[in-house]
């Protein structure tokens, strides 16, 4: 089974400060997905990455960065933490190549408070 | 660009069936996908149907395709209070390097 794990289910910090929220993938999968999840809203996409060191934008990069040194690892940073980031943040991966490369596997989820 | 919608609510009774709708823009999915949310966890994939296919059936889920009217469904046959969730549908871009777009989801609510 494909386990994408996450390195908080629950953080709290304050505004200004810098965040790393870090997420690991064991399937050897190429892409990797950083997610936020607001009420009403679904899921949109903040960065995407393709292969170690490689990284696109998605639909909502403002205030965000993200880091790929090792194919398994894939880290959101938040540079300066602002309110409207409280969200809820998930990790997601798939396979680069094949018949099933579409399919996405998620990790928990880390919900992020920002007061 | 792709937009994926559904409605954002549905109740129903335990042992009814539940029928989650979702229209999508983009006909160049090869795959179409269902996921499932429980409270405070993150996304569980529940099943996909390939883009040239009408149904899937896997147990109490049945999934069709009208590709016509760009219209997916998801059926969840003798609904228990275990199913009470989030479902998202989700569609891949064409070309997109395995970018999905996910409707808002649907938030279902079994009464006993």
């Known amino acids: 089974d494909v386990k994408v794990t996450q390195s908080s289910r629950y953080l709290v910090k304050r505004t200004g400060e810098k965040v790393f929220l870090e997420c690991v993938q064991d399937?050897?999968?190429?892409?990797m997905f950083w997610y936020r999840q607001d009420p009403g809203l679904g899921l949109r996409l903040i960065y995407f990455?393709?292969?170690?060191?490689?990284?696109e934008k998605g639909d909502i990069p403002e205030g965000y960065s993200v880091s790929r040194e090792k194919k398994e690892r894939f880290s959101l940073i938040l540079e300066s933490a602002s309110t409207n980031q409280t969200s809820m943040y998930l990790c997601?991966?798939?396979?680069?190549?094949?018949?099933?490369?579409?399919?996405?596997?998620f990790g928990p989820g880390t919900r992020l408070l920002v007061l | 660009g792709e937009d994926v919608e559904q409605s954002l609510f549905l109740s129903v009774r335990e042992g009814d069936s539940s029928v989650i709708n979702c229209t999508y823009t983009?006909?160049?999915?090869?795959?179409l996908y269902w996921y499932k949310q429980e409270p405070g966890a993150g996304l569980q994939l529940l099943t996909y149907?390939?883009?040239?296919?009408d149904m899937k059936q896997d147990q109490r889920l049945t999934v069709l395709l009208n590709k016509k009217d760009k219209h997916l469904s998801l059926r969840i046959a003798d609904t228990q209070t275990g199913d009470s969730a989030i479902y998202f549908c989700?569609?891949?871009?064409?070309?997109?390097?395995?970018?999905?777009?996910f409707g808002q989801g649907t938030e279902l609510s079994v009464k006993p």
């Open positions: 997601a991966s798939s396979l680069r190549q094949g018949a099933r490369r579409e399919t996405q596997y």
């Open positions: 399937m050897d999968h190429e892409n």
């Open positions: 990455s393709y292969d170690v060191k490689m990284k």
């Open positions: 983009d006909s160049s999915s090869t795959y």
């Open positions: 149907i390939f883009s040239n296919m």
């Open positions: 989700a569609g891949g871009i064409y070309n997109q390097g395995g970018k999905l777009i």
